[in-house]
């Protein structure tokens, strides 16, 4: 049977929500190619080359490891790899990804020191170094560089030289930073630094990223992971050092991969960070030219989150914005704390997006609002919102 054409296939689709996000042609092509097998030196070369790029993209001269699975899945798998038998860790949360962290801790029966902080701000570097102060015995901080689900950036480097001259490692999830904003885990100073395929990296899902740096590299002679496969860094790293992978690997998906690297290497870091931060200031301008009120207080460059005003459903409109205009956007999540299901929507810049796209955004958001009763004038957004690109 022939694939059925649908009348949504005639018009172009935008995929701007904060992972997954487009996928260049290029990466696609390589995805389509032959499969290999991963016991050879045809993979072994590819792989070398994926570990020697993404250490470049780290901005470090460790050991990048690439896991089968999520960004949760790497994350844990740092989480539950480099914790100090019986110790306790301080665990950051101002946003749904940060406390899932502390879940992580919760379900391994780790004792944690919480820093829980109202979503939208992002934890100050004072915060951090009081708690450490007050609670000795910790071996290990995790945060969020990017908060995904508040749109919130911390300021990273300042905590990172606090936790730095403590005996606790600093366990970064970069999931939506890494590529898309300025990190570099050797010069801060970042023990671990994770991110996945699915972000800035212009890939599908189906990888995380786990960088360690040498205090890290010392602590994973000192513990005992819980993992007993998949979770335990200590195999992937074995295998890392011979250019391979303890458990058989997403063949396709680290060839994509490569392309995807090579396309960043050849724009240069400090442009993809500078076209990405001005894409989310264009974003900004032009959400705040319709008046509507940004999610945070401290923005993330990766992704922009703003309020619906009143009377608008998020369902409705995101489900219109998506049919009638192809703009795929996000909506906002709920946690423990603080609940922004329904309340908020999000749209990413990261990877491959360009001004063009950021332009349909915030004209078929726009529209959209004006038709759910909000008061704006058309050509608002993208009027504020082309004054910021042209500079």
Known sequence: MPHEITPKLFFKQRVMTPGPVEVPPDVLLEMAQPIIHHRTKQFQAIFKELCDKLAWLFGTTGPVLSIAGSGTTAFESAQTSLILPGSKALTIAGGKFGERWQDVYEAHGVEQIKINVPWGRAVSPAEVG????????VSVVTMCHSETSTATAADVKAIASIVSKTDALLLVDGITSVGAMPVKMDEWGIDCLVTGSQKAMMLPPGLGYVGL???ALDRLNNTKPKGLYNLDLRRWLKSHAKNDVPFTPPVS??????????????????????RTAKLAAATRTGFEAMGLKLASQSPSDSVTGAFYPEGVNDKTFRGAVRDQ??????????????????KVFRVSHMGYVDAGDTLAA??????????????????????AAAKVLLT
């Not at 915030?362 to 009027?383: F, M, N, R, V, Y």
């Open 213 to 215: 740096g040498k205090r």
């Open 362 to 383: 915030l004209c078929a958001i726009e529209t959209q609002l004006i038709a759910s009763g909000h008061k704006t004038t058309p050509g608002t957004a993208a009027d």
């Open 253 to 274: 998906l680290i060839r994509g991969q490569v392309v995807a690297l090579k396309m960043l290497e050849t724009q240069g870091l400090e442009t993809v960070w500078g």
């Open 130 to 137: 009081d708690a450490l102060k007050k609670n000795p015995g």
């Open 325 to 342: 205009f192809g703009i795929h956007i996000a909506g906002g999540q709920d946690g423990r704390g603080d609940k922004w299901e329904g």
